[in-house]
C-alpha cells in the first residue's frame, strides 16, 4: 500500500520495494486505484492458504468490484493506476517468496484442503527443528501423553508441546490434537531494519532463559512461583481491590513493573479519576482481552485495530511525528501501516529467532514437573525433591491426611503438593465461575480455553511483549506523543458478559492505559495472568521490542523523506586465514550494490564483480586473497539494478 502511494508522490518518498514515479491528472483517484489493485493481489496471494480461502476470495473480489474495479485487469501498463498497482503487487510478491518463511513450499487451496501454509524444513533437513520432549497431555495428570508407561520429559528446560483434547487452530477450525512448532523456521526470516552476519544466531540476544538446575536456577524457581501466585488471583471473591487507572496503574520503566501511575493527564492537565475494581476481575478481562488466540486478530492485528482507533479519534491531528504539518487521511494510513507492520513483523523475527535458538520452557510443563517431584523447602518432611516447588503457606502446600480431613485440601491425594490456582475452565462458561481452589500441581493449567491452552511454540520470549512493544514505539513516535489521544485508552469489559473463557466479571471492568507504552505493559502482563508466560519472558521480550519499534521508526523515516538514498555506506576489512581478506559493507535490504575497485585513486574503479547485487541481508562481504596487487575498495548503491 505504501509503495503505491509512493510511486505517485512528488516530495521524495522512497518506495520500499517498488520504485517507480508515475504521474497523472488525478492523484487522489489514481492513488485509490494503485492501492486497491496491489492489495487486493497480495491478499489473494496470502489468502489462498487460509482455512477460510474460498469464502474469503470470494469477499475480497466482491469488495474490488464494489469500488468499481474488475479484478480480471491484470495489466502491468504503469501509464494507468491498474497497471502500477499490479506492478506493485508483482515486485512485492517476488521480495517476499523467498524471504525465509518458506511460503513457496506451503500448499494452497484447493490442492489441498485444508492447506498447508509456511511449514518448516523436512525432516533430515539440519534447519529442521527436532522435538527433545514427549508431548504432554493437557486432561490427564503430569508432563506425560500417557501414550508409554512413565514416559516423561527428557529436560524441562527445553519446550513440551502439547496433545490438546478438541484442538483448535487461530481459526476455531479443529486440528490435530498433537502441537506441531508453528512458525520454527522464523530464526531464518528476512526482517526490515535489524541487522546481523550471522544467521544461526537471534537477531537480538537477551542471553538465556533462567535453567532448572543450571544457570540462572533460582530465577527458574522464582518465575514458576510468581506463574502459580498469578493464578491464585484470578477470583473476584478474594476481597483484594485495586486502581487500575493511569494515575495509579502503568508508567513503567522498560523491562519492568515498578510504575506507580502518572500524576497528570497531560492532556487535560487534571489528575486521573480512580478506577478501583475487583483485583480478580481486572486479571481475568486482562487476560483475555489480549489473549488472541483463536478467533481473534492475533496480537500483530490487535495493534493494527488500536492504531485504527487512534486514527478514528476526533480530536486526534494526524501529522507525521507529531510535527505542525497535518496529512491527509490516505498518508497517514499508508504511513503507518507501513511503519507500524514492519516493527510488527522484525519483532516477530526477533521474537521467534529467540525461541527457536533457547527452545524455552512453558510454565505449563514448569509447574507440573515440579510438583510432581514434590517439595523442595523441607528434606525432613514426605515427598522432598531438590528439584520440587517452595512451600508457601496459601499458595503452595504439602498435602497431609489433617489438611484432607480439615476440609482445607479436600478432595486431594496425602503427600502431594497442592497449589491454590485456578482449576480450569468450566463445562458451561457462559453460567459458571470457577474461581480459584486447592488441586494437586500436576494438574495446573493456564487461564485459557480448554482445546487452546498454550501456543505451539517455545516460551522465551514473549511474543505478545515483543509485538506490543515494538507497536507502542511506532504510534508513540508516528503520533508525537506517548500518550493515547485525550490522554486515555480504554476497553469495557461488561459484567457477567465480557469472559469467554468463564462467566463474568463479576462487575463491570474498564481497562484504561495512558501511554501506548502502558497498554503494551499490560498485553505482557496479561500472558502471566493467563499463565502463558513467566516473568522472564515478558521483560525480555519488551525491551526487544522495544528494540524493533525504534529501529523501525529510524528506517521508515528515511523511506519517508527520501534520504535512505543518501545513507552512508560502511566497508570493512579483516584477515582470514590462510592468506585471505574479507572485504564487508553495509547495505539496505532490496537496494542494489556493487563493490568497486582500483589499484590507484588517481585511476578509474572498476566493478568486482562487474554485476550489481540486491542485498538481501543487513551487509555483503566478498573474499579476496592476499596475493596479487594491492587495492582500494569502495561500495556503491543503486535503486535499480
Given amino acids: 500500500m505504501y509503495d503505491a502511494w509512493a510511486a505517485y508522490d512528488t516530495n521524495g518518498a522512497v518506495g520500499y520495494i517498488y520504485r517507480g514515479k508515475h504521474t497523472t491528472s488525478d492523484v487522489a483517484a489514481a492513488r485509490r486505484a494503485a492501492i486497491s489493485y496491489a ?65 513457496t513450499n506451503g500448499i494452497p487451496y484447493p490442492l489441498t484442503n485444508p492447506p498447508v501454509a509456511y511449514p518448516d524444513y523436512p525432516a533430515g533437513d539440519p534447519r529442521a527443528y527436532v522435538y527433545i520432549n514427549p508431548a504432554l497431555a493437557t486432561d490427564r495428570p503430569g508432563i506425560d501423553d500417557g501414550t508409554q508407561f512413565h514416559r516423561t520429559v527428557v529436560d524441562i528446560n527445553h519446550w513440551q508441546r502439547l496433545n490438546v483434547v478438541n484442538a483448535v487452530d487461530q481459526n476455531h477450525f479443529a ?90 493527564n497531560p492532556v487535560t492537565g487534571q489528575p486521573y479519576a480512580p478506577n478501583v475494581v475487583k483485583r480478580g476481575d481486572f486479571a481475568r478481562v486482562l487476560a483475555e482481552f489480549w489473549a488472541d488466540g483463536p478467533n481473534s486478530e492475533t496480537p500483530p492485528g490487535h495493534w493494527n485495530v488500536i492504531a485504527n482507533s487512534v486514527a478514528d479519534n476526533t480530536n486526534f491531528v494526524k501529522s507525521i511525528g507529531g510535527g505542525t504539518n497535518p496529512v491527509d487521511d490516505l498518508e497517514w494510513d499508508v504511513k503507518v501501516y507501513f511503519t507500524l507492520n514492519a516493527a510488527i ?30 517439595q523442595s523447602s523441607d528434606p525432613t518432611s514426605p515427598s522432598y525433591d531438590t528439584n520440587g516447588l517452595p512451600l508457601i503457606p496459601d499458595l503452595i502446600e504439602l498435602v497431609t491426611s489433617n ?25 458451561n462458561p ?46 508513540a513516535a508516528m503520533t508525537g506523543s506517548p500518550f493515547f489521544p485525550g490522554g486515555l485508552g480504554s476497553y469495557t469489559a461488561p459484567a457477567n458478559t465480557g469472559l469467554d473463557f468463564e462467566l463474568g466479571p463479576s462487575q463491570t471492568v474498564q481497562l484504561q492505559w495512558g501511554t501506548y507504552f502502558d497498554a503494551a505493559d499490560q498485553a505482557g502482563l496479561s500472558r502471566i495472568w493467563g499463565g502463558i508466560h513467566p516473568p522472564v519472558d515478558d521483560f525480555a521480550g519488551r525491551r526487544a521490542g522495544s528494540q524493533c519499534g525504534q529501529g523501525v521508526w529510524a528506517l521508515a523515516q528515511k523511506y519517508f523523506d527520501g534520504s535512505v538514498t543518501n545513507t552512508p555506506i560502511t566497508l570493512t576489512m579483516r584477515r582470514l586465514e590462510p592468506g585471505n581478506c574479507e572485504v564487508r559493507y553495509d547495505t539496505l535490504r532490496g537496494f542494489y550494490y556493487q563493490l568497486q575497485s582500483t589499484p590507484d585513486v588517481t585511476q578509474s574503479f572498476s566493478g568486482d564483480p562487474a554485476e550489481f547485487t540486491r542485498a538481501v541481508d543487513s551487509s555483503i562481504a566478498i573474499t579476496n586473497p592476499f596475493a596479487g596487487s594491492a587495492k582500494l575498495f569502495r561500495a556503491v548503491r543503486s535503486l535499480e539494478p
Avoid at 510468581?226 to 476481597?239: A, F, H, N, Q, W
Avoid at 476440609?407 to 497449589?419: E, M, S, W, Y
Avoid at 487452546?452 to 507497536?471: D, E, L, N
Fill in 430 to 475: 457462559t453460567t459458571t465461575s470457577q474461581g480459584v481452589k486447592w488441586i494437586h500441581a500436576e494438574t495446573w493449567v493456564p487461564y485459557q480455553r480448554t482445546n487452546f491452552v498454550t501456543p505451539a511454540f517455545p516460551g522465551y520470549i514473549s511474543g505478545h511483549s515483543t509485538f506490543s512493544r515494538a507497536g507502542a514505539e511506532v504510534l
Fill in 39 to 103: 492489495a487486493y493481489r497480495m491478499l489473494a496471494e496470502r489468502y489462498i492458504y487460509s482455512r477460510t480461502a474460498f469464502t474469503t476470495l470470494a469477499r475480497l473480489a466482491d469488495h474490488m468490484r464494489t469500488l468499481g474495479y474488475p479484478t480480471n485487469n491484470l495489466s502491468t501498463d504503469t501509464s494507468t493506476p491498474a497497471g502500477v498497482g499490479n506492478s506493485v503487487y508483482a515486485a512485492v510478491s517476488a521480495w517476499f517468496l523467498n524471504d525465509g518463511a518458506r511460503q
Fill in 403 to 427: 489438611s484432607v480431613e480439615s476440609g482445607r485440601h479436600a478432595g486431594l491425594t496425602p503427600g502431594k503438593i497442592a497449589i491454590l490456582a485456578w482449576p480450569g475452565q468450566p463445562t
Fill in 175 to 264: 486440528i490435530s490434537p498433537e502441537q506441531i512448532y508453528l512458525g520454527a523456521q522464523w530464526l531464518g526470516v528476512r526482517p526490515f531494519a535489524l541487522a546481523g552476519t550471522d544467521g544461526t544466531q537471534p537477531w537480538i540476544d537477551p542471553g538465556p532463559p533462567p535453567y532448572l538446575n543450571g544457570e540462572g536456577d533460582a530465577a527458574f524457581r522464582t518465575n514458576v512461583v510468581e506463574v502459580i501466585r498469578r493464578s491464585s488471583e484470578l477470583t473476584p471473591d478474594d476481597g483484594v481491590m485495586i486502581d487500575i487507572s493511569p494515575g495509579g496503574f502503568g508508567n513503567n520503566s522498560l523491562g519492568a513493573n515498578d510504575g506507580t501511575g502518572h500524576p497528570l
Fill in 345 to 374: 513483523h522484525e519483532a516477530a523475527c526477533a521474537a521467534w529467532s529467540v525461541k527457536r535458538y533457547y527452545d524455552g520452557w512453558r510454565p505449563i510443563s514448569a509447574v507440573r514437573y515440579m510438583g510432581l517431584k514434590g
